[in-house]
């Protein structure tokens, strides 16, 4: 079954640890996606890529990093510069061209204390 | 800049009909989607309008209005599986795949 994996579901760390979280996708999807959902609120994005070897930063990319090595994967580390990193993090991805779907992983809950 | 408005929560019983109303705000436009997220799970992708107009799909219809800057998304026959929030999404002019999404709309169904 192709589609978006996202590993772990639930994460603590504690305050002052970098973390990274796993995005994997087998849909040979160019383009990939970082979204931050705090509760009660929308998707703010992150970060994304529309091509190996290549990304740019979304709205609020500040303390957060990320590589695209691989097609596939597109791994997002929480540095401990972030100040407020207790979220959902969401990975996403898509064709890229106008108009077309975002899939979208099951999430990462990180809990930081 | 771009922004979208939504409501929070719309309440409504089974059976019935739920219109969620998004006006958005862009320096450019390049269409208007929904999504659909149940509590603590992924957001799944419900319809796209890249031009003026009624598009169905099932139960659900979303409408474009580009002169307007406005759309909306139609639920019928609500189900009890309904319950979820819903967030309308514009594509950042500047990039292609880019989405900026609005706050979203709680739907809550009642017996």
């Known amino acids: 079954d192709g589609g978006i994996t996202q590993s772990p579901k639930y994460l603590f760390r504690k305050e002052g640890q970098n973390v990274t979280l796993s995005c994997e996708q087998n849909l040979n999807h160019d383009a990939m996606y970082w979204y931050r959902q705090d509760p009660g609120q929308g998707l703010r994005l992150i970060y994304y890529s529309q091509i190996v070897n290549d990304f740019q930063k979304g709205d609020i990319a500040e303390g957060y990093s990320v590589s695209r090595e691989k097609k596939e994967s597109f791994p997002l580390t929480v540095t401990s510069a972030q100040k407020n990193p207790t979220a959902f993090y969401l990975c996403?991805?898509?064709?890229?061209?106008?108009?077309?779907?975002?899939?979208f992983g099951p999430g990462t809950r990180l809990t930081v204390t | 800049g771009q922004s979208l408005e939504q409501p929070s929560e719309v309440t409504a019983v089974e059976g019935a009909i739920v219109q969620i109303n998004c006006t958005y705000q862009t320096s450019g436009f390049y269409g208007l989607s929904w999504y659909q997220q149940h509590d603590g799970g992924a957001p799944t992708f419900l319809s796209y309008?890249?031009?003026?107009g009624l598009e169905e799909t099932g139960r659900f219809s979303s409408f474009l209005s580009r002169s307007d800057s406005y759309g909306y998304l139609l639920l019928q026959e609500l189900q009890m599986k309904d319950s979820a929030s819903y967030f309308c999404a514009v594509r950042d002019p500047g990039s292609w795949g880019k989405l900026q999404f609005g706050a979203g709309t709680q739907v809550v169904v009642t017996p």
């Open positions: 996403a991805s898509s064709i890229g061209t106008p108009g077309t779907e975002q899939y």
């Open positions: 309008n890249g031009l003026d």
